[in-house]
C-alpha cells in the first residue's frame, strides 16, 4: 500500500519559516515527479513547488526565492522548506507523487498519490 505521510505545518508568524516533511512508504519514487500544492478555503487546490526527477525545481511565482522544494531519496522523502511567510501562505498543504515524472508538473490531475494535507497558517 502506497502511502505520502506528512509532517510538520502549524502556526507561525509572518516572516518565520516552517519546513513540511513528506515520507513516502510502499514504493521508491526516486523516478518520480514529486510535487507540493495548497488549498486555502474556497480557492481551489494550487500549485507550490515540484521536483523531478533529474533534480529540476519549479515553484510557482509567489514563492519563489522564498520556498525550498528537496528530496531525499533515500529516506524516500521530500521536503519544503518555507521562508519569510506571508499571511497569503495560509492553507492546507498537500505533498502528491507522480510516477510517471510528468513534465506538466504543475497539474494536480497528474498526481496518482496524495499526503493527508497539513494546515499552514500564517498570522499578520
Known amino acids: 500500500q502506497v502511502q505520502l505521510v506528512q509532517s510538520g505545518g502549524g502556526l507561525v508568524q509572518a516572516g518565520a519559516s516552517l519546513r513540511l516533511s513528506c515520507a513516502a512508504s510502499?514504493?521508491?519514487?526516486?523516478?518520480?515527479?514529486m510535487g507540493w500544492f495548497r488549498q486555502a478555503p474556497g480557492k481551489e487546490r494550487e500549485f507550490v513547488a515540484a521536483i523531478r526527477w533529474t533534480g529540476n525545481t519549479y515553484y510557482t511565482n509567489s514563492v519563489k526565492g522564498r520556498f525550498t522544494i528537496s528530496r531525499d531519496s533515500a529516506k524516500n522523502t521530500v521536503y519544503l522548506q518555507m521562508n519569510k511567510m506571508q499571511p497569503e501562505d495560509t492553507a492546507v498543504y498537500y505533498c502528491?507523487?507522480?510516477?510517471?515524472?510528468?513534465?506538466?508538473?504543475?497539474?494536480?490531475?497528474?498526481?496518482?498519490?496524495w499526503g493527508q494535507g497539513t494546515q499552514v497558517t500564517v498570522s499578520s
Open positions: 510502499g514504493r521508491t519514487f526516486s523516478s518520480s515527479t
Open positions: 502528491a507523487a507522480d510516477p510517471r515524472g510528468s513534465t506538466d508538473y504543475y497539474l494536480p490531475r497528474r498526481y496518482d498519490y
